[in-house]
């Protein structure tokens, strides 16, 4: 079934009632739309333009979960320490066990009100997605290691340091190369 499924709950975006689904026979599936500004995931996570769609078809064992969803997070640069938001991208494959007793992880089952909560998984998926080193722009000069200064909106205007002269010959390599 192509029809799309309602999510009514603003305050919680990723907690779906999926209960409706369970009593539908194996095949069946609904797509879920998230267009959202802001979602707390978790204490720890906050992204911003949530969008995307996830499919859920019930299976014998519960409901087979399979869609893209996009979000951005607010971000450090490691290299010029400038806020920014980082996109992140994430596909989700997924098994959500009913009923739950079944299930060998407690965040893959269905839970018997039928409310499924995402959010442990999307989290999980997010923070995997998010770079260890996240740097605003490929060509981001960073920080002077000098002055301190952001070498993206200005120059430094102080003078070179004096070379130990046994590691003289190395600032050669630097400049011929």
Do not use: W
């Amino acid at each position: 079934m192509l029809g799309g499924g309602v999510n009514l709950n603003s305050r919680h975006p990723l907690r779906l009632n999926v209960g409706f689904l369970l009593h539908e026979n194996v095949g069946y599936s609904r797509k879920f739309e998230f267009d959202y500004p802001a979602v707390q995931v978790a204490d720890d996570l906050d992204i911003t333009t949530l969008t995307g769609s996830l499919r859920l078809t019930r299976t014998g064992q519960g409901l087979y979960a399979d869609g893209r969803l996009q979000a951005a997070t607010a971000v450090e640069c490691v290299r010029c320490l400038t806020p920014f938001q980082q996109p992140l991208h994430i596909q989700i494959s997924e098994l959500f066990v009913y009923p739950p007793d079944l299930a060998a992880d407690p965040l893959l089952a269905v839970p018997e009100t039928g409310l499924l909560d995402l959010s442990p998984i999307v989290r999980e998926y997010l923070l995997l997605d998010l770079p260890l080193q996240p740097v605003c722009r490929p060509e981001c000069l960073g920080l002077c290691p000098e002055c301190g200064n952001n070498r993206n909106e200005a120059l430094c205007q102080h003078p070179e340091l004096d070379i130990d002269p046994r590691l003289a010959s190395l600032k050669n390599l630097l400049t011929n190369s």
